[in-house]
T-cell receptor, first 116, second 117 residues
Framework: GAGVSQSPSNKVTEKGKDVELRCDPI?????LYWYRQSLGQGLEFLIY????????KSGLPSDRFSAERTGGSVSTLTIQRTQQEDSAVYLC??????????????FGPGTRLTVL | AQTVTQSQPEMSVQEAETVTLSCTYD???????LFWYKQPPSRQMILVIR??????QNATENRFSVNFQKAAKSFSLKISDSQLGDAAMYFC??????????????FGEGTQLTVNP
């Protein structure tokens, strides 16, 4: 079946503009994660959604970052008033559920964001 | 908070030889998982191998195996008979146990592996 998809693949924007990044998880996966990978660094957690529960936003670096998940499926990560330090690859992952037996997180190909 | 450390930013190996990538972690929990992910230039994160902390036996997946030293909080990846397709960035990652919700992955900084023909 189809894996996790993300769009756009690459996004170039000017400082101060807003951007939206989209993630389509694997069908039936109730858990969804966003991670950020800055140049030459590992991935850092941003936000997590599980079903209809309130999202865990503890990893969002500032209030310019927000995310939604509509209908328990597609998720959108929004960055307002982008700054150059927001330049990174934004990765989305989904899993069947988040507790109980181990459930692998499947990653999308990411969106490379460049803020000029 | 959990931390994961990879002290080798870059490693290289000759094709068909064996290489070991190092990873250490810090946690106060007893129930957790450890992973090695591979990220080729396509950016797609691929799970290579996982280890449950409660299992004493080291995990193996074909040419990939781990050396899990729980007391030392060490989790190294051994790649045998290295192939050109193994060239990638490798990340060590930690996840809290199965009965914990919101189990995000905590990643190390990565090791860039080059395979020389």
């Amino acid at each position: 079946g189809a894996g996790v998809s993300q769009s756009p693949s690459n996004k170039v924007t000017e400082k101060g503009k807003d951007v939206e990044l989209r993630c389509d998880p694997i069908s039936g996966h109730t858990a969804l994660y966003w991670y950020r990978q800055s140049l030459g660094q590992g991935l850092e957690f941003l936000i997590y959604f599980q079903g209809n529960s309130a999202p865990d936003k503890s990893g969002l670096p500032s209030d310019r970052f927000s995310a939604e998940r509509t209908g328990g499926s597609v998720s959108t990560l929004t960055i307002q008033r982008t700054q150059q330090e927001d330049s990174a690859v934004y990765l989305c992952a989904s899993s069947l559920r988040d507790r109980g037996s181990y459930n692998e997180q499947f990653f999308g190909p990411g969106t490379r964001l460049t803020v000029l | 908070a959990q931390t994961v450390t990879q002290s080798q930013p870059e490693m290289s190996v000759q094709e068909a030889e064996t290489v070991t990538l190092s990873c250490t972690y810090d946690t106060s929990e007893s129930d957790y998982y450890l992973f090695w992910y591979k990220q080729p230039p396509s950016r797609q994160m691929i799970l290579v191998i996982r280890q449950e902390a409660y299992k004493q036996q080291n995990a193996t997946e074909n040419r990939f195996s781990v050396n899990f030293q729980k007391a030392a909080k060490s989790f190294s990846l051994k790649i045998s008979d290295s192939q050109l397709g193994d060239a990638a960035m490798y990340f060590c990652a930690y996840r809290r146990g199965k009965e914990t919700s919101g189990s995000r992955l905590t990643f190390g900084e990565g090791t860039q592996l080059t395979v020389n023909p």
